[in-house]
């Protein structure tokens, strides 16, 4: 298979690649009746053979297993692999403690140390000038993950952030982007919340 060729930091990324919803899930793919781990490994083993070693995953794939799974594979092949997975945001879990505890035990699944940081900053290498986030994505947490990624490169990145219900006032945005509040992320300023 062909790589495509960015020339950033001399990175190279399939022209494919894999998403991994299927591997691992019962309820709408049928994983352990009609296919099983021994399939899914063969899969990821032709992939990473034909040069498709970007795989999609996510914590809600089969309720883990689907990151498991690649977490067990990533250990038996010597190529180098690159893996995007995402955060479920459930109702119960919008605060700083659940996100962090979520994306450990993603991590713990995947059999890596870290993911979302190193990601945001190739994003930005890779020319991202935007980032979305909100005060309520776990408590403030998603902004103090994203604060860290862009500590020494504040000034290539245009960020937004929205706020909860109850600081949609002037008094309230005034508070949210106070640099010494305790959620106060990116104390460097928020160019949208800087505006008003």
Not at 145 to 153: D, N, Q, S
Request: charged share 25%; net charge negative.
């Amino acid at each position: 298979m062909e790589s495509s060729k960015l020339l950033i930091n001399q990175i190279s990324l399939p022209s494919l690649g894999i998403g991994t919803w299927s591997w691992g899930d019962r309820l709408f793919w049928g994983y352990g009746s009609d296919y099983g781990e021994t399939d899914v490994a063969r899969a990821f083993e032709a992939a990473v053979e034909s040069g498709a070693t970007f795989f999609d995953t996510a914590e809600i794939y089969g309720l883990g297993e689907s990151e498991r799974l690649l977490g067990r594979f990533l250990k038996r092949t010597s190529q180098p692999v690159q893996i995007a997975t995402k955060y479920f945001p459930l109702p119960w879990r919008f605060n700083h403690q659940a996100v962090a505890d979520t994306l450990s035990d993603s991590l713990k699944r995947l059999q890596v140390e870290q993911v979302e940081i190193d990601a945001l900053r190739l994003g930005l290498d890779l020319g991202l000038t935007v980032i979305d986030t909100a005060e309520m994505y776990g408590d403030g947490g998603a902004e103090k993950i994203v604060a860290e990624a862009i500590a020494t490169r504040r000034s290539e990145v245009y960020l937004v952030s929205k706020f909860y219900p109850h600081n949609a006032s002037y008094k309230g945005l005034i508070a949210a982007c106070d640099p010494k509040a305790t959620r106060s992320v990116i104390a460097l300023y928020l160019d949208l919340k800087r505006i008003i």
